[in-house]
């Protein structure tokens, strides 16, 4: 994981985002951690995530980690309230993902839970629901509207990056060249906003999202690790 | 003692064929069918209890996987019917009490027991094929309450009996914000304009549309590989958006016709418009209406212009 800070943009690099869809623990408490430190820093306004692979966050090849839910592990560090998805929506600084190719399961979190999302014209984005416990259905929801979150999930059909634009849950599509530069430009241009501005929008949205049952939803993770749980026998 | 059944003797009866089931076994999809045509499956008091009943069938049968709602002749379904006798006046009463309002009440909004509910909190995946009119309590009780709705490009969506009964709880339904965004909600309690399949496509009501002779086989193909999914898993996905759902506030819509339209003295268009739908049901009337100068969509006079109208 590299870091890298800039006009008050840090970019947080990765190969791929792929192990948090098998749980692997130590990557996404050291995401966390860079991410809520990122926050804390003054000079720091927009966080971007950035995967340097071809894929944004394929499903893993790897087996699951034995952090998977419902582990204590995985319902601190994937559910708590100080773990990862939840460190990220209610982030003091805004989050951008930068998305290219697959990404589906934790990468489809990771872009609800980020501020605004820029991808590449061959990302396609999975539905994590039937998956992922630690999955914020609501967050789909308010992002997208109720009937495509809903259609999103049962249909099981990912959608291509122009769908994912058109229903919300994308902000910008460029060519895949044109990728890094496109979600750079939009950080800094995020950037240039007062940072008490900054804080104090986030801040303001932590209590509309908790307002709506995105907090609530976010609770109800270990409920939903013991219906997957069932379901995978 | 058993719960009483409201309607007539008549509407009871009438209402098995009126409301048809079906269950095919070997895909694990369940069919509702709306078969009052000449009322444009308009939905009587029975037919609404008869859902519920199949509703509940439904969540138990471990074969059933999806069911879908759709409506034979014109329309899919043109809202409930307004002028059935289901026992909800006695006799020296000169207007309906609060405690049958109530039972309106039940259906419509607040119960748990009632309608609405009944299809929003459906165990199994919900599906609504609609074509033709899907108007009032068609559109905000059942197309809005369940999960995927696929409809013909020129369908007629919304809450247009808001034209007589004043603003439709559209507005003010959390789950109808949820789907539509709140302008165009608002839009369509407040003028009561339809829309279009393609127009409810793309405010995200609408999951897919076809031309209506083709609705069908693109109903078939969606709920098919719904159904193919493993069994475990789509009750799992159900299970979790229900969940969802309830902590969004979701699941209660807000009506306001047909209360107002049961305690208020209704003005001349509502009643010319009653009248006309005694005789030709909700969907006629609203066909008559429009031939009414003064009473059509008011895109026609030009105040705005949305596809699949004149």
């Avoid at chain 1, 951690?33 to 499903?59: I, Y």
């Avoid at chain 2, 095919?24 to 369940?30: H, Q, V």
């Avoid at chain 2, 965004?181 to 839009?187: E, F, S, T, Y």
Wanted: net charge neutral; glycine share 8%; aromatic share 6%.
């Amino acid at each position: 994981m590299e870091v890298s800070s800039a006009g008050g943009v840090a970019t947080v690099s990765v190969p791929g985002f792929a192990p948090l869809s098998r749980f692997d623990a130590d990557f996404a408490w050291e995401l966390r951690d860079t991410v809520v430190a990122l926050a804390d820093d003054d000079l720091v306004k927009v966080v971007l995530l950035r995967a340097t692979g071809a894929d944004f966050a394929p499903w893993p090849d790897g087996p699951v980690s034995a952090a998977s839910p419902p582990s204590p592990r995985w319902r601190r560090v994937f559910a708590g309230a100080n773990g990862l998805y939840q460190s990220l929506c209610f982030a003091k600084k805004a989050v951008v993902t930068e998305v290219a190719g697959s990404c589906v399961g934790a990468g489809a979190m990771l872009v609800l839970c980020s501020h605004l999302t820029v991808a590449a014209d061959d990302a396609l984005f999975g539905s994590p629901f039937a998956v992922l416990p630690e999955s914020n259905f609501v967050l789909a929801a308010l992002t997208m509207r109720l009937n495509r979150a809903k259609a999103w999930a049962v249909t099981d059909e990912p959608l291509g990056a122009v769908r994912a634009e058109e229903a919300g849950l994308v902000n910008d599509v460029v060519s895949r060249a044109a990728l890094p530069e496109a979600a750079a430009r939009l950080a800094v241009d995020m950037a240039a906003m007062p940072l008490d501005g900054m804080v104090m929008t986030t801040m303001l949205r932590q209590a509309v999202l908790d307002a709506h049952g995105v907090g609530r939803e976010f609770d109800l993770a270990p409920h939903y690790a013991s219906g997957r749980r069932a379901v995978e026998g | 003692m058993r719960p009483r059944r409201w309607g007539t003797e008549a509407s009871r009866a009438a209402a098995t064929e009126q409301v048809l089931y079906d269950v095919d076994r070997g895909t694990g999809i369940a069919t509702i069918t709306l078969n009052r045509p000449e009322k444009h499956n308009a939905l009587s008091v029975p037919m609404r209890d008869r859902i519920v009943d199949l509703i509940a069938e439904v969540d138990e049968d471990d074969d059933v996987r999806a069911v879908v709602f759709r409506g034979k002749g014109r329309s899919f379904c043109s809202g409930n019917e307004i002028n059935e006798e289901w026992g909800q006046r006695r006799p020296h009463e000169r207007r309906r009490t609060l405690a049958v309002g109530y039972r309106y009440g039940a259906d419509m909004a607040w119960g748990r027991l009632g309608f609405s509910q009944a299809v929003s909190r459906c165990a199994k995946v919900t599906v609504a094929q609609v074509h033709g009119y899907c108007a009032a309590a068609a559109y905000f009780m059942i197309a809005c309450k369940v999960d995927l709705v696929l409809a013909a490009e020129d369908a007629r969506i919304g809450a247009l009996e808001a034209r007589f009964l004043g603003p439709a709880g559209a507005v003010a339904s959390v789950h109808i914000n949820r789907i539509l965004g709140m302008k165009a909600a608002r839009r369509t309690g407040y003028t009561a304009q339809p829309m279009s399949g393609l127009e409810a496509q793309r405010l995200g009501l609408v999951y897919a549309c076809a031309p209506a002779a083709e609705l069908a086989t693109l109903t078939e193909a969606v709920v098919r590989r719904v159904a193919m999914r493993s069994p475990a898993e789509v009750d799992h996905l159900v299970a979790r958006l229900r969940a969802a759902e309830a902590l969004m506030n979701t699941s209660v819509p807000s009506i306001t016709g047909l209360l107002v339209s049961h305690f208020l003295q209704p003005g001349q268009d509502e009643a010319d418009f009653w009248r006309t739908a005694k005789e030709v049901g909700v969907g006629g009337a609203l066909d008559a209406d429009k031939a009414l100068r003064g009473a059509a969509d008011p895109r026609s006079r030009g105040v705005t212009n949305v596809e699949g109208t004149s």
